[in-house]
Nanobody
């Protein structure tokens, strides 16, 4: 129903910056909450940042002050600006969308992920 495609990952040195993009196949104005998650092999996927349609944001403690999530409804895109990157930020980053359906249920959509590697 909704396709999410991440881009912008790559290799960066510690202290550097990257901007991840999550492009949706349709308008995101009807999606209640979109977020970024990351996962390292052998560990659980964890929330990095989320953004609701009303503008409410949430960040993991480990990225507060360094990462910023934003939305561009006209482009159907959500961004994650990552500054002051650390080695421990290395992970596959996934875009997630959540929509509350008319019947009250919750639909969740995931992108396929983009690799971020922070290394000297």
């Amino acid at each position: 129903q909704v396709q999410l495609v991440e881009s912008g990952g790559g290799l960066v040195q510690p202290g550097g910056s990257l901007r991840l993009s999550c492009a949706a196949s349709e308008t995101i104005v009807r999606i209640y909450r979109m977020g970024w998650y990351r996962q390292v092999p052998g560990k659980q996927r964890e929330l990095v940042a989320s953004h609701t349609s009303s503008g409410l944001t949430n960040y993991a403690d480990s990225v507060k002050g360094r990462f910023a999530i934003s939305r561009d409804n006209a482009k159907n895109t959500v961004y994650l600006q990552m500054n002051s990157l650390k080695v421990e930020d290395t992970a596959v980053y996934y875009c997630k969308g959540e929509r509350i359906e008319n019947g009250g249920g919750l639909s969740t959509y995931w992108g396929q992920g983009t690799q971020v590697t922070v290394s000297s």
